[in-house]
């Protein structure tokens, strides 16, 4: 067995192999990628939410058009080759490029991406959210997603809305995903849709197709032989499930991994002078944030969220939680955005939470639940929380585990306090971060609006939904900038259930011969541009 089909092997052999080093370097047309998947509870790309699916479904599924990973306000062509707003903005044309065809080699016409954007409506799954928040709904997808011929589409928008916010979140893998409706429905079960098969099956048009997937431990993709795009120069993507830091560290320096999503602060720092190795930084998408369940009753009380306002170590977090990790930031824009206020200036201050704890009736504090992955940076977030939350008499329990069961419990609002990431972002424009961490259309158990934070956290206000509603339309840019800072301002007053206490930023470790890797701040990094200097 010559030394590369070793390699291979050992990759590719049983779970109990998945947690020794290798001691080999990876061959020079495979690319093997150490991340933590304990987010990963589907590929369907309706159903997803969280960062690491989306970095598996990037490489799978294409899109009408890409979100540029420098650029962030460029629009790429992808499925489609270009594209028209109406003269009224009331409807955007998409002509699909010729020639282009799915993995199964089915043709991609327009009744496929029209049947994938019903289909999204239809089931109601969390990536609908992004849709269903500009009045799009599943009565209404008839009317909206046409066909007029097999290479164009046509979305008409059922309420007034910037049209480049749609054409824009059409770019998002999830909402935008094209799925080869052919393939799909061949396994459709009970009128599914498909959606227990896509659980881990994959019909797209990207580089890659999944070739395996075991839960919380790896995800397989190969090339794509007929991918329309210039093919990829790797023949198969390793994805490694490597929950501990320090793992991919060491295989990273010893070359068994080629890219590390997700290591701590203080793994990346002690790779900082390896020559072998390079450190890659971006701004990211959404926020860190604590966050609370209005469904509690301790929580219901403004002045209980505003005492844990100040229990906090903001600085503190920064300077030894989150290097590589987030930038302080307590706003619900990021900074950079137009339209983002400076940090509100909040920070630890035990006696004013006190006091703030006294006046809600809990002089000697109170027991809760604090719910953290187990990932970097999150369960050392949490870990810090706590001990800050002691100082005023609140005992939390840190409880941590998979995405399953911390998003979990969010998801179906069962939870007290989360130390927790997202809030949008992964467009670049304020609506998106305010659509996902403040907008609540409908706070109602029933409407599972599971994609919005703020109905995760029973958080209504009808002002403030109106606001939103008010400044994404507003065509004088300078009035626009203006109202989203009063919701900024609004927005603190509330005390509401979600405090951000740092923007996210995007740190890997890459080996040094890796060339081509394009990071994106909407997690939709592509690896079909990526080569081995070797």
């Given at each position: 067995m010559n030394?590369w089909k070793r390699i291979v092997?050992a990759?590719?052999?049983?779970s109990?192999s998945w947690g020794a080093?290798?001691?080999?370097e990876t061959?020079?047309?495979?690319l093997?990628?150490g991340?933590s998947?304990?987010?990963?509870?589907?590929?369907?790309?309706a159903?997803?939410?969280?960062k690491e699916t989306?970095?598996?479904l990037?490489?799978?599924?294409?899109n009408l058009v890409?979100l540029d990973p420098?650029?962030r306000?460029?629009?790429?062509?992808?499925l489609?080759?270009s594209w028209?707003?109406?003269d009224?903005?009331s409807?955007?044309?998409?002509?699909?490029?010729e020639?282009?065809?799915f993995?199964s080699g089915?043709?991609?016409?327009s009744?496929d991406v029209?049947?994938s954007l019903?289909?999204?409506?239809?089931?109601?799954?969390?990536?609908?959210?992004?849709?269903k928040?500009h009045?799009f709904?599943?009565d209404n997808?008839?009317?909206?997603?046409s066909?007029?011929?097999e290479?164009?589409v046509?979305?008409?928008?059922?309420?007034k809305v910037?049209?480049?916010l749609i054409i824009?979140?059409?770019?998002?893998v999830?909402?935008g995903?094209?799925?080869?409706?052919?393939t799909?429905?061949?396994h459709?079960?009970?009128?599914?849709?498909?959606a227990?098969?896509?659980t881990?099956?994959s019909a797209g048009s990207?580089?890659?197709?999944l070739?395996?997937?075991r839960?919380?431990?790896?995800?397989v993709?190969d090339?794509?032989?007929?991918?329309w795009?210039?093919?990829p120069a790797?023949?198969?993507?390793?994805?490694?499930?490597l929950a501990?830091?320090?793992?991919?560290?060491l295989m990273?320096?010893k070359?068994d991994?080629d890219?590390?999503f997700?290591?701590s602060?203080a793994?990346?720092?002690?790779?900082?002078a390896n020559?072998?190795?390079s450190?890659?930084?971006i701004?990211?998408?959404?926020?860190y944030y604590?966050?609370v369940?209005?469904?509690d009753?301790?929580?219901k009380?403004?002045?209980?969220r505003e005492?844990?306002?100040?229990l906090?170590d903001y600085?503190?977090?920064?300077?030894?939680?989150?290097p590589?990790?987030?930038?302080l930031?307590d706003?619900?824009?990021?900074?950079?955005?137009?339209?983002a206020?400076p940090?509100?200036?909040?920070?630890?201050?035990?006696e004013?939470?006190?006091?703030?704890l006294?006046e809600?009736?809990y002089p000697?504090?109170?027991s809760t639940?604090?719910?953290?992955?187990?990932d970097?940076?999150f369960l050392?977030l949490?870990?810090a929380?706590?001990a800050?939350?002691?100082q005023a008499?609140?005992?939390?329990e840190?409880i941590?585990?998979?995405g399953?069961q911390?998003?979990?419990?969010?998801?179906?609002r069962?939870?007290?306090l989360?130390?927790g990431?997202?809030?949008?972002?992964?467009l670049p424009?304020?609506?998106?971060?305010?659509r996902a961490?403040?907008?609540?259309p409908d706070n109602?158990?029933e409407?599972k609006l599971?994609?919005?934070?703020g109905?995760?956290?029973s958080?209504?206000?009808?002002?403030l939904?109106?606001?939103v509603?008010?400044?994404?339309v507003?065509?004088?840019k300078?009035v626009?900038?203006?109202?989203?800072g009063d919701?900024?301002?609004?927005y603190a007053?509330?005390?509401?259930?979600?405090?951000p206490?740092?923007?996210v930023?995007d740190?890997?470790?890459?080996?040094?011969?890796?060339?081509?890797?394009?990071?994106?701040?909407s997690w939709?990094?592509?690896?079909?541009t990526?080569?081995?200097?070797?």
């Open positions: 030394h092997a990759a590719i052999v049983g109990a080093p290798l001691y080999a061959p020079p047309n495979m093997v990628v991340f998947m304990n987010n990963i509870l589907t590929l369907d790309p159903a997803i939410t969280g989306v970095q598996v990037a490489n799978i599924y294409d890409s420098v650029n306000s460029q629009v790429n062509p992808q489609a080759e028209t707003i109406s009224d903005r409807k955007i044309t998409f002509k699909l490029r020639g282009a065809t993995a089915n043709p991609i016409t009744a029209v049947w019903k289909r999204l409506m239809s089931l109601n799954l969390a990536q609908a959210s992004f849709l928040t009045g709904t599943a997808a008839e009317a909206s997603f066909a007029p011929d290479q164009t046509v979305v008409t928008l059922p309420k910037d049209p480049e824009m979140t059409l770019g998002i999830g909402p995903s094209i799925y080869d409706s052919k799909v429905l061949e459709e079960k009970d009128g599914d849709q498909g227990a098969w896509l881990n099956n990207g580089p890659f197709v070739g395996e997937w839960s919380n431990e790896r995800v993709l090339r794509n032989d007929n991918y795009g210039d093919a790797m023949r198969r993507i390793i994805m490694r499930h501990e830091s320090q793992s991919q560290r990273l320096e070359g991994i890219i590390a997700s290591m602060a793994d990346l720092k002690s790779l900082e020559k072998d190795v450190i890659e930084t701004g990211g998408s959404g926020f604590l966050a369940s209005m469904k009753e301790k929580f009380n403004p002045k209980v005492a844990l306002r100040y906090i600085e503190g977090l920064d300077k030894t939680v989150l590589y990790f987030g930038k930031r706003r619900p824009i990021p900074s950079g955005i137009f339209g206020l940090n509100a200036g909040y920070h630890l201050d035990v004013k939470a006190k006091a703030l006294a809600a009736g000697d504090g109170f639940t604090l719910r953290a992955l187990s970097a940076p050392n949490a870990t929380m706590q800050t939350l002691a008499g609140i005992r939390a840190v941590t585990g998979s399953d911390i998003y979990g419990a969010m998801r179906e069962n939870f007290e989360i130390v990431r997202g809030g949008g972002g992964q424009h304020p609506d998106s971060n305010l961490i403040v907008y609540n109602s158990d409407a599971t994609n919005f934070q109905w995760r956290t958080f209504y206000d009808e002002k939904n109106g606001m509603d008010a400044a994404q507003e065509g004088d300078n626009q900038t203006k109202l989203y919701i900024q301002a609004y007053d509330l005390v509401p259930a979600i405090q206490f740092s923007e930023i740190t890997v470790g890459v080996r040094a011969d890796i060339k081509g890797l394009a990071l994106n701040p939709s990094t592509q690896l079909r990526v080569t081995k200097d070797r």
